[in-house]
């Protein structure tokens, strides 16, 4: 479906701006464990999920084995667990989350500001298969980006990532393309919205439509302000639309 709207849209000379709510990228610390830390983030996600940085590591089929199996090869290798799941008894995973808060691979950058819209703490990206947790639904959505992505180079559709592809979505490397963000929907939605995915989705979709006519738009796509010694790691980990940097 996302793929024919962007093929519409790029008939039609339109620009547009879309997402799902899910992580687009993980810790740059947990990259480090994984020894893809140094690549760019398309080359990173696509090794990630197809297991292609060690002849051992795991090919993505579903989160439990997939979670259970990089734990596994993590173990093999003197490091602690990494995914969790407190609910999910039958994943074989831990519990309770194996690292400290304070590792470097518990949390990307964005996921430790807050919202310029409304206090929301997002998930970390370790924890799958709990109510609110979004490491599962990060997995999965990570196959259909790389699908859609793969999709739009083949049609030629004029497809950028923010922000993988610039700090800002300004700069030339945006320029008439459509650009995918990763929204936050708990920290978009007004009080008292009982929370579903149509409410999640039509108050994201509202709150970026709102920030474009008031031509704020620009300057939530915008993370240049950032530390420079920061700026490697949201290149590869990716940002939630207005975390505060």
């Keep these: 479906w ?5 093929l519409s849209a790029s008939g039609r000379g339109v620009r547009v701006c879309l997402g799902q709510d899910h992580s687009y990228g993980f810790p740059l610390g ?17 090794s ?9 590591a795991p090919r993505f089929t579903g989160v439990p084995e997939f979670a259970a199996g990089i734990n596994s090869w993590l173990r093999s290798r003197g490091v602690a667990d990494y995914f969790w799941s407190a609910t999910q ?28 819209f409304r206090r929301a703490s997002p998930m970390p990206f370790s924890r799958v298969g ?3 947790s979004v490491g599962g639904q990060a997995l ?13 180079e083949r049609d030629g559709i004029l497809l950028r990532c923010w922000p993988f592809d610039g700090l800002a979505v300004s700069s030339k490397e945006y320029e008439n393309a459509h650009v995918l963000v990763e929204a936050y929907p708990s920290a978009l939605r007004a009080p008292g919205v009982t929370q579903s995915d149509e409410a999640d989705a039509l108050c994201t ?41």
């Excluded at 990630?48 to 051992?56: C, I, K, P, R, V």
């Excluded at 590792?103 to 990307?108: L, Q």
């Excluded at 700026?231 to 980990?237: M, S, T």
Aim: aromatic content about 8%; charged content about 25%.
């Design 89 to 116: 008894k039958s994943y074989g995973l831990p519990s309770r989350n194996p690292r400290a808060r304070t590792d470097e691979a518990f949390s990307r950058v964005t996921d430790t500001r807050r919202s310029t």
């Design 130 to 132: 709990d109510n609110g």
């Design 48 to 56: 990630f999920l197809d297991g292609s940085y060690a002849a051992d």
């Design 205 to 245: 979709v509202e709150a970026l439509q709102l920030a474009d006519a008031e031509g704020r738009l620009g300057t939530l796509l915008d993370v240049t302000g950032i530390a420079a010694a920061l700026q490697p790691a949201v290149r590869f980990e990716g940002w939630i639309v207005g975390q505060e940097i």
């Design 140 to 152: 999965w959505g990570l196959t259909m980006l790389r699908q859609l992505i793969a999709r739009c």
């Design 30 to 46: 947990f990259a480090r464990e994984l020894g893809i830390a140094g690549r760019p983030w398309r080359s990173a996600i696509a």
């Design 2 to 6: 996302m793929h024919r709207e962007l």
